[in-house]
């Protein structure tokens, strides 16, 4: 999961660059346009890395909430006055992911129930937002349900069966 994340923030210095060629050798729409595909395939990259983690550690539980951290700060100065991006949201499904993958790690749970808490991490990382805070309330809220439930169904029982006999 390290790989990815370090995927991820390779993408922000070869972003600035395709920008940078392309605004000095056309334009800068074409500049603004490389920028945006050097980031996506890098997105991409660091998404297709994920599938093929094995095994969670408690390193990997916490990636989630320093990259929302990094993330909210560098996306603060576009985000003033045209609510584009809510950081609190973020970092909110940051953590929720994290609390996730340390459960992942520790009880070593199917990944599948990783599924919903990291849409809404990527989906809260987007700078698009519909106005007024319902669908970040509604997507965390829905993902936090969801958690709740499957940690009751799968981790639970599994906790009451780790532990020691008195």
Known sequence: MARSF???FLSFPFS???????WAGWDLRTGALAAAIVFSVFFVAAIVNLFFVRRFTYLDAVLPV????????ALAPFSF????????????????????????ARWDTPKGWLTLPALVFLYEMLPINIPGPVDDT???????????ALFFKRVLPEITRSRPKR
């Open 66 to 73: 320093v990259f929302a951290g990094v993330w909210s700060l």
């Open 81 to 104: 006055g045209a609510s584009l991006f809510s950081a609190p949201f973020f970092i909110g499904a940051a953590v929720l992911l994290g609390v996730c993958i340390a459960v992942t």
């Open 6 to 8: 370090l995927i991820s």
């Open 16 to 22: 600035a660059l395709a920008f940078i060629i392309g």
């Open 138 to 148: 509604f997507s965390l809220t829905a993902s936090l349900g969801a958690v709740g």
